[in-house]
């Protein structure tokens, strides 16, 4: 396969999948479950189908050039869709299918959208409501016809009829879409995907064929992927990590993605599956983590014995025997007993029994929480990257897994530090510009040809690079101590109580923090105790809960004090906010990320009283619901102090 | 409501419906009609005899007066299982499933009058009776899908909240492929999400199915944006019939409700 690759003929996508067709016309290239049972497509299929899109697109007017929204759920018709754009020369624009209405407005403009593809009427219904905010926008093509009957808008076209147009169309011009795919050129761009927007508006990130070849290439030769693997595609399809594994490793190596059949069955679709290749932020390890533990309390003493005990054995020597290191034979004895009675019907559960490689990325992962999962013997490792670098720029060796480092850097990538400590990446996996923003392109990429990450970090003395915060997040207490917030809100959201955390002290003398509770976990835990509760308002403000967290904070303070750098950071005061932190609020990115500034500035109050020493602070939110309607909690928050520790490096010196 | 659905002809005709318990009169003198794929609904204050007049239409209360036409002819008194095979299913004011069986499990029982093979065949899942199964299966599978209940699909209907168990049960009776749906105050006891979801799920039968829908509710809001006719009883007497806004207005409808000034 790979060797096919080098030759120009297959430099774009739809040359790689047409070569699949060929190649292996049987084999399923994508499955979805339908009225509870999988379909599959094969490569021919899935060739005639985006054939047929492509058509039907063109006959509608779609032309070389123009972009394509796709927005929905993983729908097997909008992964083909994204091929289909690029048959015509066109570029699909991939839109988070949660945003709401408004949100969409900037990138359908940004873009200069003509054409939408996306999975149903609530999708839409978007759509709609923005139409007079976006005369560009001149078709609207959907997926699902559910409730579209009375939507007599000449505009809208079910995909079903416009592949029917498509189909039609081939036959009378059997040489079209061949000529049009042949017209494709490696340096045009396959794809544009938008920024999250942590900082400020979303940026259109253009990559070409030839950069997410390059990434697709590097990381399938890496970890050896082959047609015979599956995916589970279940991540949004406008995050650099789906469409880097979903789409582009899946058309490169010409392996099954597998759509699963709402939100809310990922889980048993995941059983049903047994996906060999896997990726997740470290938020879905964790949730999964979470849910076993609670499971776990539940289940019989016997069980939990047997449980805590393997866990015990898998703990000391689980990842030594993953990573092929020299082991005891009693514990290669106890651990195959393990295996046999807890970890392997603990992977079966979750979905993860034909796992050969799994990835996470997007945010730092807990130690304990990626040492469970090697452990009990998934082969979870880590990788670096950004929209901007096609989300491969370091990846973790088999063999050669640390907690605290994301791998040396990949193969034809080139990564060097900066003086200020910012990570510069250099290679084929860069982006080609930002979109009609030739001023942001020039500010991001040197006149050496390097990206500017905006990470801040340094490789360690095996050359693994070790990112620790967004370089301008890097900010300094007011005794000129170092405050890197995201590496102690991170410390923070390793507890399983503690969901999300904001961490303040730039320009200050101490730092204090916010805390988002975890729902699930605290809830349990407070229906363990007999604490009544009515909701997360409630649960949030008990007494005991701020105990719970106390706790936490006070464990994630002694750890701070070991570390030289940043053991001025331990946080002195702290808050549980009344609300969850959410994207609807615009608090979180969609990637949920922390908007630092906005909540700062929204909760200036807070952070007024935590910095004042006061005991209780009001506050009242308004809160915005999926369906854009508004409402309003408040509540009486209490604030609490936690112990903090003697620099652990100081005392040692003193 | 801009609906494309073709409102047709009087399906169901109830005239001069009476029903007494011994010396109880729950009906007095009905009549109203019901027109296919309409939504009809029966407003009026506790013990107006609305579940009643439900019970009348699905045969498990025979009438002492009356006469009740459907499709033009002049049905008489029936067994609920003869209701259930002309095409009528209902929902309960109470959910009653069967709480140990899996959501699946629930909605095939919605097929059993459906089910030719005999029994025998079935316990053997044997030639026709598989083929039969996989076909009733396909149909529930359709039913899963458009009340959004795939994620429940293996689970125990007692380990379900209230407002899914009423989705389910819904579930049951379309699983029937009911011409009339009864729902008896199918939003009872739900929060406005649930009551909205469920809302725009019985749109959604009515619009889709083509379904014909006899709806009793307490909450007005719901009634009023969703029914196109609204009959209300008060004490087993009709005293209003007509669309939303009619009834709205009417005065007696306003009295039965707040009550008079003395």
Same mark, same amino acid.
């Given at each position: 396969m790979s060797d096919n690759v080098r030759l120009p003929s297959l430099s774009t996508f739809p040359r790689l999948l047409m070569h699949h067709a060929q190649v292996r016309p049987n084999h399923p290239a994508t499955r979805e479950k339908d009225m509870g049972i999988w379909q599959t497509w094969t490569w021919s299929q899935v060739a005639e189908e985006v054939r047929a899109m492509a058509s039907g697109l063109a006959e509608l007017g779609f032309k070389r050039g123009d972009n394509l929204a796709i927005i929905g759920d993983n729908r097997p018709r909008l992964y083909w869709a994204m091929c289909a754009a690029q048959c015509l020369g066109g570029v699909p624009v991939p839109l988070y299918q949660d945003a709401v209405a408004a949100e969409m407005v900037f990138v359908l403009q940004d873009a200069g959208i003509k054409f939408a593809i996306v999975e149903d009427q609530e999708q839409v219904d978007k759509l709609l409501e923005n139409m007079a905010q976006c005369p560009g926008l001149q078709h609207i093509l959907y997926d699902d016809p559910r409730g579209m009957r009375h939507y007599n808008q000449p505009f809208l076209h079910g995909l079903d009829e416009v592949q029917e147009m498509g189909r039609i169309h081939n036959r009378n011009h059997p040489e079209f879409i061949d000529g049009e795919i042949d017209l494709g050129q490696p340096e045009d761009v396959a794809v544009m995907l938008y920024t999250s927007g942590t900082t400020g508006k979303p940026k259109g990130v253009c990559q070409t064929h030839a950069a997410f070849i390059a990434a697709a290439q590097s990381g399938c030769e890496f970890d050896k992927l082959v047609p015979g693997d599956n995916i589970l595609s279940y991540l949004p399809m406008a995050w650099v990590g789906d469409h880097l594994f979903s789409f582009a490793q899946a058309t490169y190596a010409g392996f099954t993605i597998n759509c699963p059949e709402s939100g809310d069955t990922v889980m048993t679709d995941m059983r049903e599956i047994g996906p060999s290749y896997y990726f997740a932020p470290p938020r879905v390890f964790e949730n999964l983590l979470t849910q076993v533990m609670i499971r776990m309390e539940d289940a019989s003493a016997l069980k939990r014995g047997m449980f805590h005990?393997?866990?015990?054995?898998?703990?000391?020597?689980?990842?030594?025997?993953?990573?092929?290191?020299?082991?005891?034979?009693?514990?290669?004895?106890?651990?195959?007993?393990?295996?046999?009675?807890?970890?392997?019907?603990?992977?079966?559960?979750?979905?993860?029994? #034909?796992?050969?490689?799994?990835?996470? @990325?997007?945010?730092?992962?807990?130690?304990? %929480?990626?040492?469970?999962? #090697?452990?009990?013997?998934?082969?979870? =490792?880590?990788?670096?990257?950004?929209?901007?670098?096609?989300?491969?720029?370091?990846?973790?060796?088999?063999?050669?897994?640390?907690?605290?480092? +994301?791998?040396?850097?990949?193969?034809?990538?080139?990564?060097?530090?900066?003086?200020?400590?910012?990570?510069?990446?250099?290679?084929?996996?860069?982006?080609?510009?930002?979109?009609?923003?030739? $001023?942001?392109?020039?500010?991001?990429?040197?006149?050496?040809?390097?990206?500017?990450?905006?990470?801040?970090?340094?490789?360690?003395?095996?050359?693994?690079?070790?990112?620790?915060?967004?370089?301008?997040?890097?900010?300094? %207490?007011?005794?000129?101590?170092?405050?890197?917030?995201?590496?102690?809100?991170?410390?923070?959201?390793?507890?399983?109580?503690?969901?999300?955390?904001?961490?303040?002290?730039?320009?200050?003398?101490?730092?204090?923090?916010?805390?988002?509770?975890?729902?699930?976990?605290?809830?349990?835990?407070?229906?363990?105790?007999?604490?009544?509760?009515?909701?997360?308002?409630?649960?949030?403000?008990?007494?005991?809960?701020?105990? %719970?967290?106390?706790?936490?904070?006070?464990?994630?303070?002694?750890?701070?004090?070991?570390?030289?750098?940043?053991?001025?950071?331990?946080?002195? #005061?702290?808050?549980?906010?009344?609300?969850?932190?959410?994207?609807?609020?615009?608090?979180?990115?969609?990637?949920?990320?922390?908007?630092?500034?906005?909540?700062?500035?929204?909760? @200036?109050?807070?952070?007024?009283?935590?910095?004042?020493?006061?005991?209780?602070?009001?506050?009242?939110?308004?809160?915005?619901?999926?369906?854009?309607?508004?409402?309003? +909690?408040?509540?009486?928050?209490?604030?609490?102090?936690?112990?903090?520790?003697?620099?652990?490096?100081?005392?040692?010196?003193? | 409501m801009s609906n494309g659905r073709q409102i047709g002809e009087a399906i169901l005709d109830l005239q001069n419906i009476s029903l007494r318990f011994g010396g109880v009169k729950a009906l007095t003198d009905i009549s109203f009609d019901v027109r296919e794929h309409e939504i009809r609904a029966i407003i009026g204050p506790n013990g107006a005899g609305k579940s009643s007049m439900l019970n009348v239409i699905n045969g498990v209360y025979h009438p002492q007066e009356g006469t009740i036409i459907f499709r033009g002819k002049k049905r008489h008194d029936m067994d609920t299982h003869e209701a259930a095979e002309a095409g009528f299913a209902r929902t309960f004011q109470n959910i009653a499933l069967f709480k140990g069986m899996s959501v699946l499990d629930n909605l095939m029982t919605g097929r059993n009058l459906k089910m030719k093979s005999n029994f025998l065949l079935q316990a053997l899942?044997?030639?026709?009776?598989?083929?039969?199964?996989?076909?009733?299966?396909?149909?529930? $599978?359709?039913?899963?899908?458009? %009340?959004?209940?795939?994620?429940?699909? =293996?689970?125990?209907?007692?380990?379900?909240?209230?407002?899914?168990? =009423?989705?389910?049960?819904?579930?049951?009776?379309?699983?029937?492929?009911?011409?009339?749906?009864?729902?008896?105050?199918?939003?009872?006891?739900?929060?406005?999400?649930?009551?909205?979801?469920?809302?725009?799920?019985?749109?959604? +039968?009515?619009?889709?199915?083509?379904?014909?829908?006899?709806?009793?509710?307490?909450?007005?809001?719901?009634?009023?944006?969703?029914?196109?006719?609204?009959?209300?009883?008060?004490?087993?007497?009709?005293? @209003?019939?007509?669309?939303?806004?009619?009834?709205?207005?009417?005065?007696?409808?306003? =009295?039965?409700?707040?009550?008079?000034?003395?």
């Amino acid at each position: 396969m790979s060797d096919n690759v080098r030759l120009p003929s297959l430099s774009t996508f739809p040359r790689l999948l047409m070569h699949h067709a060929q190649v292996r016309p049987n084999h399923p290239a994508t499955r979805e479950k339908d009225m509870g049972i999988w379909q599959t497509w094969t490569w021919s299929q899935v060739a005639e189908e985006v054939r047929a899109m492509a058509s039907g697109l063109a006959e509608l007017g779609f032309k070389r050039g123009d972009n394509l929204a796709i927005i929905g759920d993983n729908r097997p018709r909008l992964y083909w869709a994204m091929c289909a754009a690029q048959c015509l020369g066109g570029v699909p624009v991939p839109l988070y299918q949660d945003a709401v209405a408004a949100e969409m407005v900037f990138v359908l403009q940004d873009a200069g959208i003509k054409f939408a593809i996306v999975e149903d009427q609530e999708q839409v219904d978007k759509l709609l409501e923005n139409m007079a905010q976006c005369p560009g926008l001149q078709h609207i093509l959907y997926d699902d016809p559910r409730g579209m009957r009375h939507y007599n808008q000449p505009f809208l076209h079910g995909l079903d009829e416009v592949q029917e147009m498509g189909r039609i169309h081939n036959r009378n011009h059997p040489e079209f879409i061949d000529g049009e795919i042949d017209l494709g050129q490696p340096e045009d761009v396959a794809v544009m995907l938008y920024t999250s927007g942590t900082t400020g508006k979303p940026k259109g990130v253009c990559q070409t064929h030839a950069a997410f070849i390059a990434a697709a290439q590097s990381g399938c030769e890496f970890d050896k992927l082959v047609p015979g693997d599956n995916i589970l595609s279940y991540l949004p399809m406008a995050w650099v990590g789906d469409h880097l594994f979903s789409f582009a490793q899946a058309t490169y190596a010409g392996f099954t993605i597998n759509c699963p059949e709402s939100g809310d069955t990922v889980m048993t679709d995941m059983r049903e599956i047994g996906p060999s290749y896997y990726f997740a932020p470290p938020r879905v390890f964790e949730n999964l983590l979470t849910q076993v533990m609670i499971r776990m309390e539940d289940a019989s003493a016997l069980k939990r014995g047997m449980f805590h005990y393997f866990m015990g054995v898998a703990r000391r020597c689980g990842a030594e025997i993953l990573d092929g290191k020299p082991v005891s034979g009693t514990d290669r004895l106890l651990y195959a007993l393990g295996n046999l009675l807890v970890y392997g019907p603990l992977r079966n559960v979750l979905g993860m029994s #034909r796992i050969r490689v799994a990835y996470t @990325a997007g945010a730092a992962i807990g130690p304990d %929480l990626f040492r469970f999962y #090697r452990s009990i013997g998934v082969n979870l =490792k880590q990788l670096y990257g950004s929209t901007e670098t096609c989300a491969a720029v370091c990846l973790q060796p088999d063999g050669q897994i640390k907690f605290d480092t +994301v791998g040396p850097p990949a193969p034809g990538v080139e990564v060097k530090i900066a003086d200020n400590g910012e990570v510069m990446v250099r290679g084929a996996v860069m982006l080609k510009g930002y979109y009609k923003r030739p $001023e942001d392109t020039a500010e991001a990429i040197d006149a050496l040809g390097y990206f500017h990450t905006g990470d801040a970090g340094f490789f360690d003395e095996d050359g693994h690079l070790k990112i620790i915060d967004r370089a301008k997040d890097v900010g300094k %207490l007011a005794n000129g101590a170092m405050f890197a917030p995201n590496y102690i809100e991170n410390k923070l959201k390793f507890f399983s109580h503690i969901k999300e955390a904001v961490a303040f002290g730039d320009g200050k003398d101490e730092v204090c923090a916010f805390i988002n509770i975890d729902m699930g976990a605290v809830g349990n835990w407070a229906e363990r105790r007999n604490i009544a509760y009515s909701g997360y308002t409630d649960l949030a403000q008990k007494a005991e809960v701020y105990e %719970l967290i106390r706790d936490c904070v006070e464990q994630a303070n002694a750890e701070l004090a070991h570390d030289a750098m940043l053991s001025a950071s331990q946080v002195h #005061r702290f808050l549980i906010l009344h609300k969850e932190l959410d994207p609807d609020d615009d608090e979180l990115t969609r990637t949920r990320k922390v908007r630092r500034g906005f909540i700062a500035e929204k909760y @200036a109050v807070l952070i007024e009283a935590l910095y004042s020493g006061k005991a209780s602070q009001f506050i009242e939110t308004e809160v915005k619901f999926e369906d854009g309607r508004r409402g309003r +909690v408040s509540a009486d928050l209490r604030i609490v102090e936690a112990k903090t520790c003697l620099p652990q490096a100081a005392k040692k010196a003193a | 409501m801009s609906n494309g659905r073709q409102i047709g002809e009087a399906i169901l005709d109830l005239q001069n419906i009476s029903l007494r318990f011994g010396g109880v009169k729950a009906l007095t003198d009905i009549s109203f009609d019901v027109r296919e794929h309409e939504i009809r609904a029966i407003i009026g204050p506790n013990g107006a005899g609305k579940s009643s007049m439900l019970n009348v239409i699905n045969g498990v209360y025979h009438p002492q007066e009356g006469t009740i036409i459907f499709r033009g002819k002049k049905r008489h008194d029936m067994d609920t299982h003869e209701a259930a095979e002309a095409g009528f299913a209902r929902t309960f004011q109470n959910i009653a499933l069967f709480k140990g069986m899996s959501v699946l499990d629930n909605l095939m029982t919605g097929r059993n009058l459906k089910m030719k093979s005999n029994f025998l065949l079935q316990a053997l899942y044997w030639g026709p009776a598989q083929r039969e199964e996989l076909e009733h299966r396909r149909k529930v $599978e359709e039913v899963i899908d458009f %009340l959004e209940i795939e994620h429940i699909r =293996k689970t125990p209907v007692g380990r379900l909240p209230y407002g899914l168990q =009423k989705r389910v049960e819904l579930g049951r009776a379309l699983a029937a492929e009911p011409k009339v749906l009864l729902l008896d105050e199918p939003m009872a006891g739900m929060n406005v999400e649930e009551k909205q979801d469920m809302c725009r799920f019985v749109l959604d +039968v009515n619009d889709h199915f083509g379904t014909t829908i006899i709806l009793i509710e307490h909450d007005m809001g719901v009634v009023m944006d969703i029914s196109d006719r609204v009959v209300v009883l008060d004490y087993g007497k009709k005293i @209003a019939d007509g669309t939303p806004d009619e009834v709205r207005n009417n005065e007696d409808v306003i =009295k039965a409700y707040l009550g008079v000034a003395h």
